[in-house]
């Protein structure tokens, strides 16, 4: 039975389209009930760390989901690089007593763009996790240069360097996906 079939396709893309939504979602709800320690390093850490679970959950639904080869490429990157990444946040908030009276926690959170006003393309799968993760990526480079005005862990200031290093090309990549396949 055809109808069936095609049903079935466009309620498997509508779920990994709420998934998407709803990573993103979550991982900005996590952030924001987040209980800064006023330990740059360690907020930095413990922020990045959910802003990433969004970005890899997203990712995940667009791999699962997507149907542009570009994007599910680009797609499953980030999730290798991004797990990487949460793996050495874990690692450091371990062993961690976490000290300081830093308000970097509070000024990252308040630059960063609110569901509200993130331009969703609901067009097709593809075309939502271009344009969610672009101005995902963008706090995250937010994050990480304001990061490195108070941070100290070599380390993690390592990660926040890679991540404004890297992020800006994967942005200016899902940028033109969208200019050509709108």
Do not use: R
């Amino acid at each position: 039975d055809h109808s069936s079939a095609t049903a079935t396709s466009g309620d498997t893309t509508t779920n990994h389209m709420k998934a998407m939504h709803d990573a993103m979602d979550k991982s900005m709800q996590q952030m924001h009930n987040m209980k800064p320690t006023g330990d740059p390093d360690y907020d930095f850490a413990m922020m990045m760390k959910h802003h990433h679970l969004g970005a890899i959950d997203m990712a995940k639904a667009q791999v699962a989901g997507g149907t542009n080869e570009q994007l599910k490429q680009l797609a499953q990157k980030m999730i290798d690089e991004q797990q990487k990444e949460n793996a050495v946040f874990d690692q450091f908030m371990q062993g961690k007593q976490p000290t300081g009276n830093s308000d970097y926690a509070q000024k990252a959170m308040g630059i960063m763009t609110p569901m509200s006003e993130i331009k969703m393309e609901s067009g097709s799968l593809d075309a939502m996790f271009a344009s969610m993760m672009i101005p995902h990526h963008q706090d995250a480079v937010k994050i990480a240069e304001e990061y490195l005005k108070v941070g100290k862990e070599p380390e993690m200031k390592k990660i926040a360097q890679s991540i404004i290093a890297t992020q800006p090309k994967e942005i200016q990549e899902l940028q033109q996906w969208l200019q050509t396949n709108k």
